[in-house]
């Protein structure tokens, strides 16, 4: 599986974005996506994931009520819509991709995670 994250940008505080994760190779069918984030000098942290099957969603707690995944089952695409969007949220964002697994539990883990995109960078300024 081939992913590809796109929409990453600069907005001002308050603003929103929606990333894109494409995924080529194969669909994301029995997949769960996940969204992990990683800003300057700072660990990868999860930020939310949907299991394919079922549609469930998974969000951090930081970030509940500012984050919602949905899909697009005919482009074979994953979004993450981000609102509200603070300076502390810029980081190069990631989508990665995995057989569906122990869910809840493992869906926040990246090292669960087998695929992965090249992230897409984004920038919230004040």
């Known amino acids: 599986v081939q992913l590809q994250a796109s929409g990453g940008g600069s907005v001002q505080a308050g603003g929103s974005l929606r990333l894109s994760c494409a995924a080529s190779?194969?669909?994301?069918?029995?997949?769960?996506v996940g969204w992990f984030r990683q800003a300057p000098g700072k660990e990868r942290e999860f930020v939310a994931a949907?299991?394919?099957?079922?549609?469930?969603?998974l969000y951090a707690d930081s970030l509940k009520g500012r984050v919602t995944t949905s899909r697009d089952d005919a482009k074979n695409t994953v979004y993450l819509q981000m609102n509200s969007l603070k300076p502390e949220d810029t980081a190069v964002y990631y989508c990665?991709?995995?057989?569906?697994?122990?869910?809840?539990?493992?869906?926040?883990?990246?090292?669960?995670?087998?695929?992965w995109g090249q992230g897409t960078l984004v920038t919230v300024s004040s």
């Open positions: 190779g194969r669909t994301f069918s029995s997949y769960v």
């Open positions: 949907i299991r394919w099957g079922s549609s469930s969603n």
């Open positions: 990665a991709a995995r057989v569906e697994g122990a869910w809840p539990s493992s869906a926040t883990m990246a090292s669960r995670y087998r695929y």
